[in-house]
């Protein structure tokens, strides 16, 4: 029999016993949305996972040190390569360099100093730090209030949470909950803001060191002038989350734009040990952060970057580990999805065992008037395929509702506790025709028992039954 | 099973030829059924042999003994045996799915098989909504539609009326007439099978116990009334 002849059969034969039919369908599809809810949720899980670490930033980064830097002196990996003190600089030339690295999308100067802000006359001292354009990004910056830098060198701030509540008076006590961010940035946007800061400005031993030749720079005497400055900034947003999340208690809770911050020259902690170092015009950093395209080039860029003389820090291999979880996750939900499924191909088993009984004489007549074995075993394998894609596209519809009540559920918790809405649901195309073709298997193994029984009656007998 | 064995045709040499028209004839459980049957190749002997056009059916596999069914037999009952969820162009239709012809085709030969059975206008009919009668007619234009060179009637007049059955038998004698099909027709009606069959085999208990050529049937000019 043909194909299409065949499936046509099917759906007629189908559709005589509609209501016992219907049910076994709507059981392979609750199966099957039971399946794909459970992996849209493993899916989606993983998804978000990655996409917040993606990013936190943490992943497609490699901190840059200077092996001068002796904070890091006796850490294992940094004893190859040229001796700390004959290392090259992490200088302006440096940090180009690496910009020019194949993967490397930026490569920025990590610029922090503690320092004094004056707000309404009160001063508050706390760690500032500058921020590159590309972290408009972050995932620090969804949920903020107010908005990113206007330019890159624009006069204006952002502010963490914890120290905007102290700029407004509002201390936290434990168990209290937080207040909502909108209500602590609202009389703060606008707002001036005064910093205090040390610019460093260098002497060169009276003007005379100018002239004097090169080979003389490493006897040069070289000294430099402390100049404070005060600096009005506008307050433009306040943010919830951390972006300096990696950087424990160094971490800053102003921020400036970075190219604002560079142009301060402001005196940095690591000055002091320069001091004892000849130094050049050429501004020296302290870290340089360089950021890759995708987290599986930070090996490379890593690697690269030592060859230069650096040291290097990274995590890489907390993403290897967590879609190792995830791999175990989507199985275990899998598993559990697939048993609703295996229930419903015994409905199939069921139904289709009863179809025989109901139409053992119809097949008897069918083999009396030329069907095959063959032909009869399609048949019925046929019914069991329509029951199976059917349950299947409708489960994959269910599943996909489900998942989507639940997600507008999740965000509207979400919501309530003040966090920016989430898809956690994530129902990819590959899942959607995986859970449909997963269906069709199972109904078709479970027709191959009715089917062979069915394709085995004998004729005489089957004619026999009333 | 095991038990018992029935021997339901027991010892039976029979030749048939082309283009006879033979009424199997014996009381209930002679056997007649049974040989048709095996003549059908809806079962197999235990042993013996029957052959058609030469070919021994008894040892084909049961795909070729589909085939068999399917291109060179046609079959009619006294039940009708129509598929009860099908129209009748649906029924008629179905042999030529399994011979996998075309729709098209299928539609038009099908439409064909029932004018020449008086059944053109009760295509979408159901078989429930038709009489006995038309029911039979639909089962004819079935077994027909395939060409086969053999029909086997398996009592079909037995569920009719005398005058219903009569209709239904001259369709069968126009076909073993003018289409030249071989019919092998099983009945307990002796005066059914005077009238229409040219020979007449009687079978009891499983064996043949007479077989004679019939004089007295009434030629096909003289039927059409």
């Known amino acids: 029999m043909k194909t299409s002849d065949l499936s046509e059969l099917a759906v007629r034969n189908l559709k005589e016993s509609l209501l016992r039919n219907s049910l076994t369908t709507v059981g392979i599809s609750v199966g099957v949305a039971s399946l794909v809810a459970m992996l849209a949720l493993g ?78 006359d009160k001063a508050h001292l706390t760690m500032v730090s500058g921020l590159p354009t590309s972290s408009r990004s972050n995932d620090a910056f969804d949920s903020m209030q107010g908005a990113f830098f206007s330019s890159p060198t624009a006069a204006e701030v952002i502010l963490q949470k914890s120290f905007a509540e102290e700029l407004l008076g509002r201390t936290r006590r434990l168990g209290d909950n937080d207040a909502p961010l909108a209500d602590i940035a609202k009389p703060l946007l606008g707002q001036e803001l005064v910093m205090r800061y040390s610019e460093r400005v260098e002497n060169l031993a009276g003007g005379e060191a100018a002239q004097s030749p090169p080979s003389d720079e490493e006897n040069r005497e070289a000294s430099y002038s402390i100049v404070s400055h005060r600096l009005p900034l506008k307050i433009v947003g ?10 424990g208690q160094f971490r800053a809770r ?35 952060a360089v950021k890759v395209k995708r987290a599986r080039d930070v090996p490379a860029v890593e690697d690269a970057i030592r060859k230069m003389g650096f040291n290097t820090l990274s995590i890489v291999d907390a993403t290897r580990s967590m879609r190792q979880f995830f791999a175990i996750l989507d199985l275990f939900l899998g598993i559990f999805g697939s048993l609703a499924l295996a229930v419903a191909s015994i ?45 299947g596209a409708f489960g994959v519809v ?49 027709g191959l028992y009715p089917a062979a029984r069915a394709a085995g009656l004998d004729p005489v007998e089957a004619l026999r039954y009333e | 099973m095991g038990e018992t064995l029935i021997r339901a045709v027991d010892g039976i040499s029979l030749e048939i030829a082309k283009g ?3 009424a199997l004839l014996g009381p209930s459980g002679s056997g007649k059924s049974s040989l048709l049957n095996l003549m059908a190749g809806l079962d197999r002997p235990t042993s013996g042999s029957i052959l058609v056009e030469g070919r021994n059916i008894s040892e084909l596999s049961r795909n070729e003994l589909a085939q068999y069914r399917l291109k060179a037999v046609g079959m009619v009952f006294q039940s009708f045996n129509l598929i009860a969820s099908m129209n009748v162009i649906e029924n008629v239709e179905l042999p030529m799915r399994f011979a996998e012809i075309d729709r098209g085709d299928r539609d038009r030969l099908a439409r064909e098989a029932l004018q020449r059975v008086g059944l053109s206008g009760r295509l979408r009919h159901r078989p429930a909504e038709l ?5 039979q007619r639909t089962a004819l234009a079935r077994a027909l539609i395939n060409r086969p060179q053999l029909l086997l009637a398996d009592e079909p007049t ?40 040219g020979r007449m085999v009687f079978l009891a208990d499983g064996k043949l116990v007479g077989d004679q050529a019939n004089v007295r049937a009434v030629p096909v000019q003289k039927r059409r009334r």
């Open chain 1, 398 to 446: 269910l599943g996909w509702t489900i998942g989507r009540l639940i997600n507008i559920g999740t965000n509207i918790y979400l919501k309530r506790q003040s966090f920016p809405p989430e898809q956690i649901w994530a129902t990819p195309w590959w899942l959607v025709g995986g859970a449909i073709a997963f269906a069709l298997v199972v109904s078709l193994l479970s």
């Open chain 2, 158 to 197: 037995g569920n009719l009326d005398s005058q219903t059955g009569m209709e239904i038998m001259d369709l069968i004698g126009e076909f073993n007439d003018s289409l030249g099909m071989t019919v092998v027709m099983v009945t307990h009606e002796r005066s059914l099978a005077e009238r229409y069959a």
């Open chain 1, 238 to 247: 306040v943010t919830d989350l951390d972006p300096e999340s990696m950087r």
């Open chain 2, 131 to 135: 009489s006995g009668g038309e029911q």
């Open chain 1, 43 to 120: 899916i989606g899980l993983q998804r978000l996972a990655s996409r917040r670490l993606k990013a936190s930033g943490l992943f497609d980064t490699v901190v840059v040190t200077s092996r001068r830097d002796l904070r890091s002196f006796s850490r294992e990996q940094e004893m190859s390569g040229p001796a700390p003190a004959e290392s090259p600089a992490l200088d302006e030339p440096a940090r180009q360099k690496m910009e020019k690295l194949a993967n490397v999308m930026e490569a920025y100067p990590d610029i922090r100093f503690i320092t004094e802000l004056r707000y309404q």
């Open chain 1, 254 to 288: 102003v921020f400036l734009p970075l190219q604002l911050a560079q142009d301060l020259h402001v005196l940095q902690a690591g000055n002091v040990r320069d001091t004892t170092r000849a130094f050049s015009r050429t501004p020296q950093y302290a870290t340089v």
């Open chain 2, 20 to 22: 006879e028209f033979v």
């Open chain 1, 347 to 391: 409905g199939i088993i069921n139904t289709l065992v009863m179809a025989i009984l109901e139409r053992r004489r119809e097949i008897g007549i069918m083999k009396a008037i030329g069907a095959s074995d063959s032909d009869v075993k399609r048949l019925f394998f046929a019914e069991a395929g329509v029951m199976g894609v059917a349950g």
